[in-house]
């Protein structure tokens, strides 16, 4: 499968201003701090990580919303940085995006039927009135909406049918690729899912690409080729999806996946159990070397020096951002506290002094 989309080193930093007038640039927000992938045609990338690691600037650096300081960005092989005027509005249309909270996206006192036009309106598509109904009743039939509800308003419906509306209004103008920003973390858990397989059903019917963003690796497990793992700006993992549940490589990952419940009791009882504790360092003002090394049990001194490449860790074509991943899984590396008897499931976390936890029942 081919890149739809190459991402290259991409920084996006937001200025700190100061002074009477705010006039004075005083330092800077590192959001997003160098991060490159790609996006195969067809295939779901998942994005995840702790809020505000920089994944939603990340997505709406993509599509330009937000305008990216240095870096390079491919779309189908096109240069997204250099576009301008008429070729920026075609190329918005080819990329949708769809968003977390599907009442704040969108506006109350429009109908769906005004939702959808909307769109088609702001990109030349609002040709014939009999082409027009016909491209709203079969974008909602696509979605399990019925036609009736062309001339409802959001609030007459519920919060899976919303978001509904929310990939319905994306879809509409036939894009090829949907960021979908924390698509289903409003909705109650028993729709989540029938929302994650609408979205895959619309993969496979429609041949779209999507890059999902969540905080949460139990949402994205199911439909992502390919999982990013963010933290605080920079890229830290990528790999398979199925390879990184089952190889976590880099300390954050397993930290993260290890908080993912597993219903099994005898499962959960043995597995590896890392408790971030400590909040994300301010990406205003981030660690030297490592980003992840202030909260990492296994940190060293060549850590606070030198930031790691995302490197190829072997041909599994997993990737990793730390010096000492070897290392690491092959357990000649201790971390720094082993606390077993404190992370007991019943254990309070507040009880805990260390930085970070780790029991080692079921590491290689
Ligand atoms: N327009 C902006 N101006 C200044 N700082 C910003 C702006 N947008 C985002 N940030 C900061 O950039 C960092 C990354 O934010 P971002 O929203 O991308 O993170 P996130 O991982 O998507 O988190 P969340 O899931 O909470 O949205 C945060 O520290 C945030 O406060």
């Known amino acids: ?81 250099a576009l301008k005027g008429e070729q920026m509005r075609l190329f918005r ?29 702001a990109h030349g598509l609002h040709t014939g009135r009999a082409d027009v109904q016909k491209r709203l009743r079969s974008t909602l039939d696509s ?5 009736s509800a062309l ?25 090829e690729l949907i960021v979908a920003d924390e698509p289903v973390s409003a909705l109650d858990v028993s729709i989540q899912a029938q929302v994650i397989n609408l979205l895959g059903d619309l993969q496979e019917s429609l041949g779209l690409t999507y890059l999902v963003i969540a ?18 700006g920079s890229l830290v993992e990528e790999a398979d999806g199925d390879q990184l549940y089952e190889r976590p490589l880099h300390p954050y990952t397993r930290a993260l996946l290890s908080a993912v419940p597993i219903p099994d009791p005898r499962v959960e009882d043995r597995r590896e159990r890392i408790l971030l504790v400590g909040d994300l360092p301010s990406p205003a ?20 020096e030198e930031r790691p490449e995302l490197r190829v860790f072997d041909d599994s ?16 590396l201790t971390p720094h506290e082993v606390r077993a008897e404190l992370v ?12 970070l936890i780790v029991t080692r029942t079921d590491l290689p």
Not at 215 to 232: C, F, K
Not at 317 to 332: N, W, Y
Not at 344 to 355: F, I, K, L, Q, R
């Open 151 to 175: 001339n409802k308003y959001p609030h007459e419906f519920s919060g899976g049918q919303r978001q509904r509306i929310g990939i319905a209004r994306a879809l509409v103008l036939g894009p």
């Open 1 to 81: 499968m081919s890149a739809l989309v190459k991402i290259d080193d991409l920084k996006v930093h937001f200025p700190i201003k100061s002074g009477l007038l705010f006039d004075r640039t005083v330092g800077y927000v590192y959001a997003v701090d160098g991060v490159s992938l790609e996006i195969k045609k067809g295939e779901t990338y998942g994005l995840v990580g702790e809020s505000g690691c920089g994944k939603s600037t990340l997505g709406r650096g993509l599509l330009r919303l937000i305008e990216p300081t240095s870096g390079e960005i491919t779309f189908d092989g096109t240069d997204v940085r």
């Open 317 to 332: 074509g997993q990737r990793v951002a730390c010096h000492f991943a070897e290392e690491i899984r092959s357990g000649d």
């Open 143 to 147: 979605v399990g909406l019925p036609a």
């Open 215 to 232: 905080h949460d690796l139990a949402v994205v497990r199911h439909i992502s080729d390919t999982i990013g793992v963010m933290y605080l």
């Open 285 to 304: 003002n981030p660690p030297s070397g490592c980003r992840f090394r202030t909260r990492c049990p296994w940190s060293q001194a060549r850590c606070a």
């Open 344 to 355: 007991h499931p019943d254990s309070d976390p507040a009880e805990v002094g260390a930085e």
């Open 93 to 121: 249309r080819r990329i949708q995006m769809v968003f977390q909270d599907p009442m704040s996206s969108l506006d109350p006192r429009q109908s769906v039927q005004s939702l959808l036009v909307e769109g088609l309106r």
